[in-house]
Antibody
Framework: QVQLVQSGAEVKKPGASVKVSCKAS????????SHWVRQAPGQGPEYLGL????????IYAQKLQGRVTMARDTSTSTVYMELSSLRSEDTAVYYC???????????WGQGTLVTVSS | EIVLTQSPGTLSLSPGERATLSCRAS???????LAWYQQKPGQAPRLLMY???SRATGIPDRFSGSGSGTDFTLTISRLEPEDFAVYYC?????????FGQGTRLEIK
């Protein structure tokens, strides 16, 4: 069965960086795009970007350009999302999700809470 | 970027009733590249519909989607107790992909 397992919660100070991992299993890792979405407390989801695990190319939301980097390791079927220069407004649950062949995000990780606080 | 506006913000209905949720886009979503998700507290969103009107795997047929261009609708024909949750639409036609702000479906 398809599973996306994310790394654990993080607490960071403003200005620091955070790296969240997402390990995929149960499907051909390089055949599906991986997406990242975050959700601040009480808010709707916000799309962060995607990575093509096959070639490694990524597209980022313009709002985070310059602060976000997505990468993948095909040997472990893991994707990573790193966010730098953290601010309090980056406090959110960060999700990885698989892009469905026909559209939409069909499988999601369990979420990783990132808290930015001094 | 395409802004998605969902209405109503909160919908209060009883089990067995019909629910109609709206998602309006600030510009045309071509090829019907619109999805709907259900989210319950403490859980990740769950894909319900893609391509505006196709049900995702395992989604019961009381859920249906329709619409094109800028106006889309999610209909739940007869509400079950487990359907009370928050629903989001998402467009994946243009970059960046965007989500609506959500409709909370609550028990009346």
């Amino acid at each position: 069965q398809v599973q996306l397992v994310q790394s654990g919660a993080e607490v960071k100070k403003p200005g620091a960086s955070v790296k969240v991992s997402c390990k995929a299993s149960g499907y051909s890792f390089t055949s599906y795009y991986s997406h990242w979405v975050r959700q601040a407390p009480g808010q709707g989801p916000e799309y962060l970007g995607l990575i093509n695990p096959s070639g490694g190319s990524a597209i980022y939301a313009q709002k985070l350009q310059g602060r976000v980097t997505m990468a993948r390791d095909t040997s472990t079927s893991t994707v990573y999302m790193e966010l730098s220069s953290l601010r309090s407004e980056d406090t959110a649950v960060y999700y990885c999700a698989r892009g469905g062949i026909s559209g939409g995000l069909d499988y999601w990780g369990q979420g990783t809470l990132v808290t930015v606080s001094s | 970027e395409i802004v998605l506006t969902q209405s109503p913000g909160t919908l209060s209905l009883s089990p067995g009733e019909r629910a109609t949720l709206s998602c309006r886009a600030s510009q045309s979503v071509d090829s019907g590249y619109l999805a709907w998700y259900q989210q319950k507290p403490g859980q990740a969103p769950r894909l319900l519909m893609y391509g505006a009107s196709s049900r995702a795997t395992g989604i019961p047929d009381r859920f249906s989607g329709s619409g094109s261009g800028t106006d889309f609708t999610l209909t739940i024909s007869r509400l079950e107790p487990e359907d009370f949750a928050v629903y989001y639409c998402q467009q994946y036609d243009s970059s960046p992909q965007t989500f609506g702000q959500g409709t909370r479906l609550e028990i009346k």
